[in-house]
């Protein structure tokens, strides 16, 4: 308050060393004429604790122009720089957890596909060796299983695409969306024939 700062110092406010340096400074605007504006200073209170304040500080003239004074602006601004400090802190932990769910991908896509590509290599071996000597109903769902692993090939490939987004970005391009469908409805073919259910693509 007004009654509480009138004719006292910095150094009944602040520790020596800071008041000294708070001292100094406004030595410097009274001597060079030169403000300080929106200077971002951390500083400790009386009772020990810490803050920050948004310090603007700026000569006072008389009518000739000679400096008689100074008028100083100090706004607190601890809450706003502790709030920063978290959100520094929150990126860089999003960082690390993006990094790690990128690792995971590449691992997880590797370890993925290899069972994958046996799946593919012997059924293509059962249709090529037996194709004669089976039926066209187990001729049709190896020709399913094949197809499913290779769809399960790309979708591992377009997750590990994903997960690179930030790291590698690529450019929008035209997306064939009945082609979309068609990819999605096969997914879902045996679920689709299990519950009876009815899909509609306007």
């Known amino acids: 308050s007004e009654a509480e700062a009138l004719g006292r110092s910095d150094f009944e406010f602040f520790p020596r060393e800071q008041a000294e340096a708070f001292y100094a400074d406004d030595m410097q605007v009274l001597t060079t004429g030169v403000p300080v504006?929106?200077?971002?200073?951390?500083?400790?209170?009386?009772?020990?604790?810490?803050?920050?304040?948004?310090?603007?500080?700026?000569?006072?003239?008389?009518?000739?122009?000679?400096?008689?004074?100074?008028?100083?602006?100090?706004?607190?601004?601890?809450?706003?720089?502790?709030?920063?400090?978290?959100?520094?802190a929150f990126a860089a932990q999003l960082e690390r957890s993006n990094r790690e769910l990128q690792d995971f991908a590449y691992v997880a896509s590797h370890d993925l596909q290899e069972p994958l590509r046996k799946i593919i290599v012997f059924s293509e071996r059962l249709c090529e060796r037996y194709a004669d000597s089976l039926p066209a109903e187990a001729r049709?769902?190896?020709?399913?299983?094949?197809?499913?692993?290779?769809?399960?090939?790309?979708?591992?490939?377009d997750l590990l695409a994903f997960s690179r987004v930030t790291t590698r970005?690529?450019?929008?391009?035209?997306?064939?969306?009945?082609?979309?469908?068609?990819?999605?409805?096969?997914?879902?073919?045996?679920?689709?024939?299990?519950t009876g259910a009815t899909v509609t693509v306007e």
């Not at 604790?49 to 000679?66: A, C, F, N």
């Not at 049709?140 to 490939?157: F, G, K, S």
């Not at 450019?171 to 068609?182: A, H, K």
Request: positive net charge.
């Open 37 to 88: 504006l929106n200077r971002e200073e951390r500083i400790t209170r009386a009772d020990g604790s810490h803050g920050w304040l948004l310090t603007s500080k700026v000569p006072l003239r008389d009518v000739s122009g000679r400096i008689v004074g100074l008028a100083g602006i100090g706004l607190d601004i601890t809450e706003r720089k502790l709030a920063d400090e978290k959100l520094r």
């Open 169 to 194: 970005a690529r450019d929008f391009e035209p997306v064939n969306l009945t082609q979309v469908v068609r990819d999605v409805l096969a997914d879902l073919e045996a679920r689709i024939e299990q």
């Open 140 to 157: 049709d769902y190896l020709q399913r299983v094949r197809r499913a692993a290779q769809r399960m090939q790309t979708l591992i490939n």
